[in-house]
């Protein structure tokens, strides 16, 4: 049975930090796409942030410079470093696990809650 669990998320001021994380289980992490997709209230789930089984990454234009995602496929988990944040990066953070082949199933997270503000 795969699991995805995130953790981490919580209340922090504009300009703090906080680090998400996301501890896989039931899969081979090394063969997954992990990637950071977030929701905020009214609006449609976006991607923030992937990286690759190679280790490639990618982000969104508006956490460019400011988020760092990151993996360890011994511990099987993925990281993402979030710094400045804004008010806009309030949401529900939810991770993703995509297979590097044709065919495969594609896995979420329960999602954990970030909420910036004063």
């Known amino acids: 049975q795969v699991q995805l669990v995130e953790s981490g998320g919580g209340l922090v001021q504009p300009g703090g930090s906080l680090r998400l994380s996301c501890a896989a289980s039931g899969l081979t992490f090394s063969r997954y796409s992990m990637s950071w997709y977030r929701q905020a209230p009214g609006k449609e789930r976006e991607l923030v942030t992937a990286i690759t089984s190679t280790g490639s990454t990618n982000y969104a234009d508006s956490v460019k410079g400011r988020f760092t995602i990151s993996r360890d496929n011994l511990k099987k988990t993925v990281t993402l470093q979030m710094n400045s944040l804004k008010p806009g990066d309030t949401a529900v953070y939810f991770c993703?696990?995509?297979?590097?082949?044709?065919?495969?199933?594609?896995?979420w997270g329960q999602g954990t809650q970030v909420t910036v503000s004063s």
């Open positions: 993703r696990a995509d297979p590097s082949w044709v065919g495969g199933k594609s896995y």
